[in-house]
């Protein structure tokens, strides 16, 4: 079946502008999170949403950071103002429920950010 | 606080070689999960072992096997007979609170 997917793959934007990155879970999926992953580090926790709802959105670095889930399947994160230090890889997941329910979580391919 | 720690930032092995790949955590949770994850170079995470901490029975799974030692708070990775399509950045991952808290990762070069 189709795995998560995520658009655009890449972006490029200049420092200032509002992005949309959007992810579009595996269907049946009711938790998806995001993370962010500069170049040689793992993955950073932004935000995880269960269904409609963001559960838990204490990745989120700060608020020009918003994330968006209202049918609860695809998302989209918005960064308003970006900023350098915000380029990195966006990665989107979703799971059947949060893993602490013991399922895991499947990773679309990410967003790769480039604030110039 | 919750940590993971993967000490190996990069190893590197000749082809047919056994490799083991080391992670450490840090949790105070009594119930918690293990997670490895494999990212090669096309950058897709992929999944690959899920283990909670009431079962310390060692898995095997093809080429691959996980020792998971909750004495010792170390949950690692060995691939048997290595192979070039083993090259990858692999990840560690705790499951804390429904985040995945994430170690740096071992960077893994199979050599022909």
């Known amino acids: 079946g189709a795995g998560v997917s995520q658009t655009p793959s890449n972006k490029v934007t200049e420092k200032g502008k509002y992005v949309e990155l959007r992810c579009d879970p595996i269907?049946?999926?009711?938790?998806l999170y995001w993370y962010r992953q500069s170049l040689g580090q793992g993955p950073e926790f932004l935000i995880y949403f269960q269904g409609t709802g963001a559960a838990d959105d204490s990745g989120l670095p700060n608020d020009r950071f918003f994330a968006v889930r209202p049918e609860g399947s695809v998302s989209t994160l918005k960064i308003q103002r970006t900023e350098r230090g915000d380029s990195a890889v966006y990665l989107c997941a979703s799971s059947l429920f949060p893993s602490g329910a013991s399922y895991e979580q499947y990773f679309g391919p990410g967003t790769r950010l480039t604030v110039t | 606080a919750q940590k993971v720690t993967q000490a190996q930032t990069e190893i590197s092995v000749v082809e047919k070689e056994d490799v083991t790949l080391d992670c450490v955590y840090e949790?105070?949770?009594?119930?918690?999960?293990l997670f490895w994850y494999k990212q090669p170079p096309s950058g897709e995470l992929v999944f690959l072992i899920r283990r909670n901490s009431f079962d310390e029975q060692n898995e095997i799974s093809g080429r691959y096997s996980w020792n998971f030692q909750k004495s010792t708070s170390s949950f690692n990775f060995t691939i048997t007979a290595s192979q070039v399509v083993d090259s990858a950045v692999y990840f560690c991952a705790l499951d804390s609170n429904y985040q995945l808290i994430w170690g740096a990762g071992t960077k893994l070069i199979i050599k022909p």
């Open positions: 269907s049946g999926h009711t938790a």
């Open positions: 949790t105070r949770d009594t119930t918690y999960y």
